[in-house]
C-alpha cells in the first residue's frame, strides 16, 4: 500500500511538470518571413496547435499541409485527405476558403486532433515562416505550428 501511494504521487508530480500549453504549442518565430512564396517549401507536418485556448501536441506526422502556386491547400489528417483554396499575401495575411476532407472513420484522438487541423486553417488570418517553421494564426491567438517534413 505505501508503495502504491509513492507511485501514486510520483505520477502526480511527473504529470504536472508535463505541462504543454499554448505557450508552448505557439511561440514567438525568431526572423519571422512573410514571402507567400515560402508556403510553396513544404509539405509542413502540424507539430502543435492552440484552439480554443487549449493547447495540442501532434505525435505523428499523419497531420500535413501543402500549399501550390495557384491557390490549394492540402493534405492529410491520419485517415482523411482534405483541400480547399488559399490566398496568401506579402503582408502576411492569410486566407482559407472551404475546406473539404473525405469521410474516413478515426480514432477519438485523431479526430479530434483533425478538427483543430482543419478548424485553424480555415480561421487562420496570419502566416509566418521561419526556416523550417510554418505558422498560421488566428486574431484571438490561436494557430497551428508545422515544421518542413524531411525530404526522403
Excluded at 74 to 88: F, H, L, V
Aim: charged residues 25%; hydrophobic residues 40%; contains cysteine.
Amino acid at each position: 500500500m505505501r508503495h502504491l501511494l509513492l507511485l501514486l504521487l510520483a505520477s502526480g508530480v511527473l504529470a504536472a511538470c508535463d505541462g504543454f500549453g499554448p505557450s508552448d504549442a505557439i511561440k514567438d518565430l525568431a526572423d519571422p518571413r512573410t514571402d507567400p512564396a515560402l508556403l510553396l517549401d513544404g509539405p509542413w507536418v502540424a507539430v502543435s496547435a492552440v484552439s480554443d485556448g487549449d493547447a495540442f501536441e501532434f505525435t505523428a506526422s499523419d497531420f500535413t499541409a501543402g500549399f501550390s502556386d495557384d491557390g490549394y491547400v492540402g493534405g492529410r489528417t491520419s485517415a482523411n485527405s482534405y483541400g480547399g483554396d488559399y490566398e496568401a499575401g506579402a503582408d502576411g495575411s492569410f486566407a482559407a476558403g472551404d475546406i473539404v476532407t473525405t469521410l474516413v472513420g478515426e480514432s477519438a484522438r485523431a479526430e479530434r486532433l483533425s478538427g483543430v487541423l482543419l478548424r485553424e486553417i480555415s480561421e487562420a488570418t496570419t502566416f509566418e515562416v521561419d526556416g523550417p517553421v510554418l505558422q498560421l494564426r488566428a486574431p484571438n491567438g490561436d494557430g497551428l505550428r508545422f515544421i518542413r517534413a524531411a525530404e526522403e
